[in-house]
């Protein structure tokens, strides 16, 4: 095995320690108003990015890490699309309820 980077290890540990946190929120609330898909998108870009540096320059243990990251945050993006729309009419029914009768 080759030598690899122990703070990109701690990074992708870290991602891969928050992540599981904003997906179990959308499971269990079912709310994903606020949430970012293009984030997500750019998120799960970059990870295939170093993916494919790992692949090409120093394929190692790091490179696993990032493809569970990647695996997570496309995940959550699933979730985001699965449960916007309920979100979405959850919020219009909310405001609806705010306003006075007219």
Known sequence: MN??????VL????????????????????V???????FMIIIILGYAFGIIHKLQNDPDLVTWLYLFNMLIVS???VLYFIYIKRSKMELFAKKQQKQPNS
């Not at 030598?3 to 990109?8: H, I, L, N, V």
């Not at 991602?15 to 179990?24: D, M």
């Not at 994903?32 to 293009?38: D, E, L, R």
Request: aromatic share 16%.
């Open 75 to 77: 995940f959550d993006l």
């Open 32 to 38: 994903v108003i606020g949430k970012s898909p293009i």
């Open 3 to 8: 030598d690899f980077s122990f703070f990109e």
């Open 11 to 30: 990074m992708l540990l870290c991602f891969a320690c928050s992540w599981p946190v904003s997906i179990l929120k959308s499971l269990r609330t079912k």
